[in-house]
């Protein structure tokens, strides 16, 4: 069977760059990977096909050579089908799939100080509301691991320096074969840190970081909410043998409030009113979440569960200088153990009211004198 042509194969044209060619390519690659077509020779030879268009094209000299001869410029033991089992898939797909299949393939070039990044530790801290609306600083104390002060977190022995892993040799990554395809993994003998303490040092055994108590200073921005997350970048554990430190993060829990209930920036409570001054009219100073009093008035005839909003007077947002409102709700409480001249008053006024008084009461009852009728 003629062999297909390589721009054919990976969909590109003769005048398409180098990029184009490795970002067809790599579509290519993704698509027909043994690894997810297990099982399935088609993609395995689709693969292989595209492997070996792309084998050819990467390369301006081979390049030159195709678009001169065509595929008989390497019938002789060259890039062809025929020598292509010779070809080094290990050195070619590690450039290529780093980017989609990490460690595996060509993983090592990352930094290999990544692998001994610290741990990033969680503190759980409760305030109150007022200190939410205000913000608050607060020492805190918690244990973490800090970088040793013997060896400066090397981990080696002052006066001497760590060796070149024996396993890997100090590339950080081991290789394997798997059938035709070579995997490259983390080394686990040092963890992809290519390096062997040889001469630990006593203050940390090697580690280059021991346990040990921390207070840090912490600023609670106003206006946080019950679960914010604040990220304190570097206050986590310490790396080891030089690695960078975690991060710390503060899960703030603001505690339930007396008077006040929130959501978001917006605060609510109930305000209790004698039928009377429901009644009549009224005015009442209630309190705010800053420690001070407002004034609000109630209307003649306020009914239960009537809200009156307060601009302003609500939480802080955590960006910008604005203020989310204050809600008011009137409950109107019905009085108890009434005494017997509070009862001889009502009884006076029951016998003087009238629809017009209690308008809500003459609809309700008129609605249900028309369903008991129906």
């Given at each position: 069977m003629a062999k297909r042509d390589y721009y054919e194969v990976l969909g590109v044209n003769k005048s398409a760059s180098a990029e184009q060619i490795k970002s067809a390519y790599r579509k290519l690659a993704v698509k027909y990977h043994p690894d997810k077509n297990k099982g399935d020779k088609a993609a395995e030879e689709k693969f292989k096909e595209a492997s070996e268009a792309y084998h050819v094209l990467s390369n301006s000299e081979r390049k030159q050579n195709y678009d001169n001869f065509g595929h008989a410029a390497f019938e002789n033991g060259g890039g062809g089908r025929s020598g292509f089992g010779n070809f080094d898939f290990s050195n070619h797909f590690s450039d290529i799939f780093e980017d989609f299949f990490g460690e595996g393939f060509g993983g090592g070039r990352r930094s290999r100080r990544s692998n001994n990044r610290g741990s990033?530790?969680?503190?759980?801290?409760?305030?109150?509301?007022?200190?939410?609306?205000?913000?608050?600083?607060?020492?805190?104390?918690?244990?973490?691991?800090?970088?040793?002060?013997?060896?400066?977190?090397?981990?080696?022995?002052?006066?001497?320096?760590?060796?070149?892993?024996?396993?890997?040799?100090?590339?950080?990554?081991?290789?394997?074969?798997?059938?035709?395809?070579?995997?490259?993994?983390?080394?686990?003998?040092?963890?992809?840190a290519g390096e062997e303490i040889t001469h630990p040092c006593s203050g940390c055994n090697g580690q280059g970081k021991k346990q040990a108590s921390k207070r840090l200073s912490v600023t609670i921005p106003k206006g946080?909410?019950?679960?914010?997350?604040?990220?304190?970048?570097?206050?986590?554990?310490?790396?080891?043998?030089?690695?960078?430190?975690?991060?710390?993060?503060?899960?703030?829990?603001?505690?339930?409030?007396?008077?006040?209930k929130r959501s978001d920036e917006n605060l609510f409570f109930e305000c209790p009113v004698s039928i009377a001054d429901a009644a009549l009219g009224t005015s009442i100073e209630i309190p705010t979440i800053d420690g001070g009093k407002a004034k609000i008035k109630i209307p003649a005839g306020t009914q239960s569960g009537k809200q009156f909003r307060l601009r302003g007077k609500g939480m802080p947002y955590i960006r910008g200088n604005?203020?989310?409102?204050?809600?008011?709700?009137?409950?109107?409480?019905?009085?108890?153990?009434?005494n017997k001249e509070q009862k001889e008053l009502l009884e006076k006024f029951r016998e003087i009211e009238n629809d017009k008084s209690n308008p809500s009461i003459k609809k309700f009852f008129q609605k249900a004198k028309s369903f008991w009728k129906n």
């Open positions: 990033d530790l969680r503190y759980d801290l409760s305030i109150s509301l007022e200190e939410a609306f205000s913000g608050k600083k607060q020492d805190i104390k918690f244990s973490t691991s800090e970088k040793c002060d013997t060896c400066s977190g090397s981990g080696s022995k002052p006066g001497h320096q760590a060796g070149a892993c024996s396993m890997c040799g100090g590339h950080g990554q081991v290789r394997s074969s798997q059938g035709f395809f070579t995997v490259q993994q983390t080394c686990p003998q040092c963890a992809g946080v909410d019950d679960g914010t997350r604040i990220r304190l970048s570097g206050k986590g554990e310490a790396g080891s043998r030089g690695g960078s430190s975690g991060d710390l993060y503060l899960f703030v829990n603001v505690n339930s409030h007396d008077l006040f604005d203020f989310g409102d204050l809600y008011v709700q009137v409950n109107t409480e019905v009085p108890i153990s009434l």
